[in-house]
C-alpha cells in the first residue's frame, strides 16, 4: 500500500477516544473489565434471543461479537509487538456473526468467556513496554499507535454496551 493513501490517525479513532473519556489504556481495560463484572445476568437473560429490530443480533451474538473481536485485536496486537511485519486481513462481522453458535449458548457462558478474554488482554497490554505501546501500526489504510488497539478495544465493548442498554435491556420488560 502507498504511504500517500495510508490515514494517520483514522476517524474512527476520535470515536474511540471520546468512548473512553480520557482515560490511560490500563484504565480503560480494568474500567470495562468492571462493566462486563457488573452486567446483569438475569436481567439479559429475561430478553432471551429477542432483537430489537428485524435481521439485528442477539445479545448473545453481540457479546460472542465482542469475544470474537477482542481476540482479532489481541492477534494483530501481537503481530505488531513482535515485529512480525505482516499486515493482518480484514475480517467480514456480518460473516462471523452468521457463523457463530452463539445463541445456542447461554448468557452466563459467553459472560464468562468475555471476562477470562478481557483479563488475558489485560495481561497482555501490562506485558508490553512503552517502546512497544507506542510503536506505530500499518495495516489497511491505518496507522496509529499499538496502544490504541487496546483503547479500541474497550471502546468497542462501550458501544455494544450502550446499545444493548438503549435498545435491548427495554425488551425484557
Known amino acids: 500500500m502507498k504511504s500517500q493513501n495510508i490515514k494517520k490517525n483514522p476517524e474512527f479513532l476520535e470515536y474511540v477516544l471520546k468512548l473512553n473519556e480520557g482515560n490511560s489504556l490500563l484504565e480503560a481495560l480494568q474500567l470495562s473489565l468492571k462493566q462486563i463484572e457488573d452486567l446483569d445476568i ?3 437473560n429475561r430478553i432471551g434471543l429477542k432483537s430489537y429490530e428485524r435481521d439485528k443480533w442477539t445479545i448473545n451474538k453481540i457479546l460472542q461479537h465482542l469475544i470474537d473481536w477482542e481476540r482479532i485485536w489481541c492477534f494483530r496486537a501481537i503481530i505488531f509487538a513482535r515485529n512480525e511485519g505482516s499486515i493482518p486481513d480484514a475480517y467480514d462481522q456480518e460473516t462471523m456473526g452468521k457463523n457463530s453458535n452463539a445463541d445456542e449458548l447461554s448468557i452466563e457462558q459467553l459472560v464468562n468467556e468475555l471476562l477470562i ?4 488482554t489485560i495481561m497482555m497490554f501490562e506485558s508490553f513496554s512503552d517502546k512497544i505501546l507506542n510503536m506505530s501500526c500499518v495495516f489497511f489504510e491505518y496507522e496509529m499507535p499499538l ?5 479500541t478495544i474497550a471502546a468497542h465493548q462501550i458501544h455494544h454496551f450502550n ?3 438503549e435498545k435491548y435491556l427495554p425488551l425484557a420488560d
Do not use: D, E
Open 42 to 44: 438475569s436481567h439479559l
Open 117 to 120: 478474554t478481557r483479563q488475558s
Open 147 to 151: 496502544y490504541t488497539m487496546g483503547l
Open 163 to 165: 446499545v444493548i442498554k
